[in-house]
């Protein structure tokens, strides 16, 4: 059942209630470069130590409340339940507290996110945190995939699909929705330009917490800045590059996410309870949606998933102060946009995953993160997150901002 403030539109969202569930901490790692950034030496436990750690310290909680950990991950071996268990651990989080990992490909750490705010919302724990990680430098390759499928299973076309190479599925969306070349451009320049923008003024500072790297002779390095992004980026540049997957296409290496390494974790708690232990609350999580799409044209998963959990609400895009919609492909942010009529100031106002970054498990919580210190600085009140997920899905989120 619905909690009785995620209906009935912008009034009710943000009216507060003692059970709401409220963000308490959101923080997550560099966002860095695969294979050649400063995080491609780190293991997946230790970005998940640096961030567990960090919304421990920033929000003052003694570790002992801490009741689940839910961890998205998309390719670390064994489904990282390992690894995500030794990292809590280690970061001073008790035995006692339960650990799980989560795999919905692109949209994990918000899925993460969601299953802690569901068992807050039932009743069945107050204070969890949902995570991410992803180090794509060390599991990122051929190997992710089975050597065989089931031939019964391959005999239905939309199952097929869903082994369509991603960028395959970027043309396809770009094709069907008429997506130009020059708009993809255009769109890329814009995500670099304002993360540059973004970084050069600090505005990432308050939501990073810095890694300490290790190289192979024991030199340490502190890593604190996301490293995908460049000055000087523009549309033109952009359209120098030849397309990556079709030879008459329109997706390259600019105009697409980057792969990357990275960690974020988000501490959720129910409002009572947070008040009654001194918590910060930055603000609510209100509700969030999944839905399906057909798998050969994946990346329009925003596109559905926002309208359907705005409707939930009963709000409109206008009451929604800004947008951060993971940038998969140029051509799917755009088709999702444009479908969803969000005016584009809305959208990702520093940046986005072309721009940043996307290591798949960590990109949902690393959106949280990233959102509400850019709230504190705006004042806004009604967010939006929302990612496409491999496969053919879609997922989106609410949240509020209190600071």
Known sequence: MAAPNTRGGKSSILRQTPDDVVVVSALRTPITKAKKGGLKDVVPDDLLLTVFKGVI????????????????????????????????????????????????????GLTSINQIALEIQ????????????????IHYGPGVFPERFSDEVMSNQEAADCLVPMGITSENVATEY???????????????????????EGKFRDEI??????DENGN???????????????????????????????????????????????????RSVAKKLGLPILGRFVTASVVGVPPRIMGIGPAV??????????????DVD???INEAFASQAVMSVDTVKIPYEKVNPLGGAIAIGHPLGATGSRQVATLYPQAKRTGAKIIVTSMCIGSGMGMAAIFTNEQ
């Open 57 to 108: 310290k920033q929000s003052g909680i003694d570790p002992k409340y801490i009741e689940d950990v839910a961890v998205g991950t998309v390719l670390c071996p064994g489904g990282g339940a390992n690894i995500a268990r030794m990292a809590a651990l280690a970061a001073g989080i008790p035995h006692t507290a339960a650990v799980n990992t989560v795999n919905r490909q692109c949209s994990s």
């Open 209 to 214: 917490v810095p890694v300490v790297v290790k």
């Open 178 to 200: 008429k997506v130009s070349r020059a708009k993809q451009d255009e769109f890329a320049a814009s995500s670099y330009q304002k993360a540059f923008k973004a970084q050069k």
């Open 122 to 137: 039932t009743g069945e724990i107050d204070i969890g945190i949902g995570a991410g990680v992803e180090s794509m430098t």
């Open 305 to 318: 998933a926002i309208p359907h959990v705005l409707k939930k609400t009963g709000l409109s895009v206008s």
């Open 322 to 324: 800004f947008f951060e």
């Open 220 to 270: 340490e390095k502190t890593v604190d800045k996301d490293d995908g992004f460049r000055d000087g980026v523009t549309a033109e540049s952009l359209g120098k590059l030849k397309p990556a997957f079709k030879k008459d296409g329109s997706t390259h290496a600019g105009n697409a996410s980057q792969v990357s390494d990275g960690a974020a974790a988000v501490l959720l708690a129910r």
